[in-house]
């Protein structure tokens, strides 16, 4: 088997193949792939091998995939989007060295990622101190964000106990890559804006496509520009049972 991956001829062909393969564009959502191709083409490098030009053509075929199913993923999904960000940050960041603020945001984005993964939501990015997150169920929404605002709410930074606020919206956002757009987007931002510290807003579309039966829920006043007049805010927390 060594020979038979080290033999000149067979490495040669498995080249050519992977030659003749489509190379997708280089992409966000590649990193995990080319980290696994850069591993697969650290391996013995001074040697031919056969394998690595297999394996690497495997990764071209894989990326392309994605780019491809990328592109057909332009048209407008439904989701609910989630928006968060710090109530207070820039002030407490202005009296504080960089190295209480990196510990802070990391462990602030440790908090929500790990909430917002075990819900079943996906981070779009992080936004400073905020996160934009997108979710297909309304209910693992709600109960994510509720989540990352007590998880935060629980950390301690040299005595500065920092507090989440946040905002859900459902609608279908146009999906750009690996990221989301539209008007949809927008509703949600100006939602998050709207809450309070250690607050959670959500709009009555997200309301809607939830189990109400699961929160208590009470309407705010709110008016924001760019958003229809129609729209409902609801500030929620989950019950839970014991």
């Known amino acids: 088997m060594a020979r038979s991956d080290a033999n000149s001829g067979a490495v ?8 003749l393969l489509p190379t997708a564009q280089p992409a966000p959502s590649r990193r995990a792939s080319d980290r696994l191709a850069r591993l697969i083409n650290e391996s013995r490098p001074d040697q031919p091998s056969v394998v690595r030009e297999l394996g690497l053509g495997a990764i071209q075929v894989w990326q392309t995939l994605l780019a491809r199913r990328g592109g057909r993923h332009q048209s407008p999904v439904p989701a609910t989007i989630l928006f ?11 009296d504080v060295g960089d190295e209480q603020v990196l ?7 440790e908090v929500t990622e790990s909430v917002v993964s075990a ?5 779009v990015k992080q936004l ?3 996160t934009m997150a997108v979710f297909l169920d309304g209910t693992e929404a709600i109960e994510a964000a509720y989540e990352a605002i007590c998880g ?3 950390l301690t930074i040299d005595g500065y106990r920092p507090q989440l606020r946040a905002g859900l919206h459902t609608g279908t956002p146009r999906s750009v890559g690996d990221d989301f757009i539209g008007v949809d987007v927008n509703i949600a931002a100006r939602v998050a804006d709207a809450a309070g510290a250690g607050e959670l807003l959500v709009s009555d579309a997200t309301l809607q496509s939830a189990d109400a039966s699961r929160y208590s829920s009470r309407r ?18 989950p019950r839970y049972d014991d």
């Open 12 to 19: 040669r062909a498995a080249r050519a193949a992977r030659g």
């Open 84 to 94: 968060t960000d710090l109530v207070g940050f820039s002030t407490w960041a202005l």
């Open 103 to 109: 510990r802070l945001l990391a462990s602030v984005n």
């Open 119 to 123: 819900r079943g939501g996906s981070i």
């Open 128 to 130: 400073g101190d905020g």
């Open 152 to 154: 935060v709410s629980a």
């Open 220 to 237: 705010r006043r709110f008016k924001a520009k760019g958003v229809p007049r129609e729209l409902e805010v609801y500030a929620v927390v």
